[in-house]
């Protein structure tokens, strides 16, 4: 096995304003406290048994695997908002299931939108959902703005 398979997870979101594009996705990440690390945008799978744990602090330029959603926009007053939505399964030895969306909108919007999404996961997989955790950022864009939101996969 190369790479070992993540043992616990978490879910942040952030949302700045920035100079660029890049800049705002940037800061948006700093803002969810995740913006020191290299990010591995990987699919949408937690590992069975894999324990949920309040956001840690992670070593600089650290190899990060997540699962995100952004949004970014240079219109001044448009709302943006970046979700995930993961589902942990009734039985302990399946995985779990991690969904993103992001739009111009808010947050309950997007949040019931990303929900809907990853319970249809499970009932594609015919499998019962324990339990569904979700984590949103929503951010009125004054110049160039930024909004983030991710499930952190960690050993």
């Known amino acids: 096995m190369l790479v ?5 997870y978490f879910l942040v979101a952030g949302s700045s304003e920035g100079f660029m594009p ?3 996705f940037d800061n948006a990440l700093l803002n969810a406290g995740i913006g020191n690390t ?10 069975p048994k894999c324990q ?6 992670l070593p600089y330029g ?19 908002t970046a979700a995930v939505a993961c589902a942990i399964p ?8 991690i969904m ?8 309950e919007e997007v949040e019931a939108i990303v929900i809907k ?20 950022a929503e951010h009125k864009v004054e110049h160039t703005g930024a909004s983030f939101a991710a499930v952190v996969l960690w050993f």
């Open 4 to 8: 070992p398979t993540p043992s616990k």
């Open 62 to 80: 650290a190899l990060v695997p997540v699962a995100y959603a952004s949004k970014g926009s240079q219109m001044p007053g448009e709302v943006i």
């Open 52 to 57: 949920k744990i309040d956001p840690i602090t």
């Open 90 to 97: 009734e039985d302990n030895e399946k995985p779990g299931l």
């Open 117 to 136: 999404m990853v319970e249809e996961g499970f009932l594609k997989r015919k499998e019962k959902i324990r339990d569904i955790f979700c984590i949103s």
């Open 22 to 24: 890049l800049n705002a």
């Open 100 to 107: 993103e969306f992001s739009a111009a909108g808010h947050k």
């Open 38 to 47: 290299n990010l591995l945008k990987m699919s949408s799978i937690i590992p």
